[in-house]
Nanobody
Framework: QVQLVESGGGVVQAGGSLRLSCAAS????????MGWFRQAPGGEREFVGFITQSGSSINYAATVKGRFTISRDNVENTVSLQMNSLKPEDTAVYYC???????????????WGQGTQVTVSS
């Protein structure tokens, strides 16, 4: 099994920044594509972005492109999501997830963290 634990969520004013981290353990390896998703109250789980195994390819949803940055450290087994210029509509629970290959759909991810709440006040 792979364990994923997110941290770094909180409350921030619009225009502010937050950095989320995802720590991986267990049977995790750097061979996984790592993704970030978010889910607002009453909404579906939404793709935010992914980073490939080596970090050579990173893909973002249009709603966050230019504001969010995904990175990974394959030595520390962590994945980060730097969020800048936050908007109230970014308010959601944010999840990291692991997949075998490139994927933008939640159902293609095998392992999930428990999520961390991000609240952006106006």
């Amino acid at each position: 099994q792979v364990q994923l634990v997110e941290s770094g969520g909180g409350v921030v004013q619009a225009g502010g920044s937050l950095r989320l981290s995802c720590a991986a353990s267990g049977r995790y390896s750097s061979n996984y594509v790592m993704g970030w998703f978010r889910q607002a109250p009453g909404g579906e789980r939404e793709f935010v972005g992914f980073i490939t195994q080596s970090g050579s390819s990173i893909n973002y949803a249009a709603t966050v492109k230019g504001r969010f940055t995904i990175s990974r450290d394959n030595v520390e087994n962590t994945v980060s999501l730097q969020m800048n210029s936050l908007k109230p509509e970014d308010t959601a629970v944010y999840y990291c997830a692991a997949a075998i290959g490139i994927a933008t759909v939640a159902s293609q991810y095998l392992y999930w963290g428990q999520g961390t709440q991000v609240t952006v006040s106006s």
